[in-house]
């Protein structure tokens, strides 16, 4: 039974470009959470999706960044015009039913470490 | 919204003795507490988690305290292992929410 699968797992930018960071969940889930680590700190939240829904994107940056998860095909978390300060892993987890309801643990991939120079 | 403190941030023990790691929560609402190991280079491991209607839970070497007074949790590793070094994460999440809040995370270094 294959994990959450990412990739790419390390993605170097230069200022300016686009980054697309692809997420498969589990087999099985339809919820999909997106969360960003800077060096040496935690993990904080950033958007989660059903198929096809944004539900939650409070911890999104109001610009340049997005996410989809389409019915068919991988969740992407899109950031346009990177910067220095978006250089970080970038993780995304999945679980059967939504986090709040029940409640249902979130399994983590492996990581996209994005570095924009 | 939700607030997680973690301590230590370092921790170094020996071979075979335990190791703890507290956390604190702010949210009273907040009924799920799960904690992730994560090595160099990877994303995080559950290694055990923890709901509000409990408190206490292990699992061989590894147990988790959970006080819904006092809004804190800590994790307990006993006959620590070289392969128990890693950066251990706690987490919790509000009910009816979605999201997880983690902790500042704890580098756990076991000395041969």
């Known amino acids: 039974n294959a994990g959450v699968m990412q990739n790419p797992r390390h993605l170097v930018r230069r200022r300016g470009q686009e980054a697309r960071l692809r997420c498969s969940p589990m087999k099985g889930h339809s919820h999909v959470y997106w969360y960003r680590q800077l060096p040496e700190e935690g993990l904080k939240f950033m958007v989660y999706l059903q198929k096809e829904n944004i539900i939650d994107e409070s911890g999104m940056p109001k610009e340049r960044f997005s996410a989809e998860f389409p019915k068919e095909g991988p969740s992407i978390l899109r950031i346009q015009q990177v910067v220095r300060g978006d250089s970080a892993a970038y993780f995304c987890?999945?679980?059967?039913?939504?986090?709040?309801?029940?409640?249902?643990?979130?399994?983590f991939g492996p990581g996209t470490r994005l570095t924009v120079l | 919204g939700e607030n997680v403190e973690q301590h230590p941030s370092t921790l170094s023990v020996q071979e075979g003795d335990s190791a703890v790691i507290k956390c604190t929560y702010s949210d009273s609402a907040s009924n799920y507490f799960p904690w992730y190991k994560q090595e160099l280079g990877k994303g995080p491991q559950l290694i055990i988690d923890?709901?509000?209607?409990?408190g206490e839970k292990k699992d061989q070497r590894i147990a988790v305290t959970l006080n819904k007074t006092a809004k804190h949790f800590s994790l307990h590793i006993t006959e620590t292992q070289p392969e128990d070094s890693a950066v251990y994460f706690c987490a919790s999440i509000i009910q009816g929410a979605q999201k997880l809040v983690f902790g500042q995370g704890t580098r756990l270094t076991i000395n041969p």
């Open positions: 923890i709901r509000s209607n409990v």
């Open positions: 987890a999945s679980s059967p039913r939504p986090a709040g309801a029940g409640t249902d643990t979130q399994y």
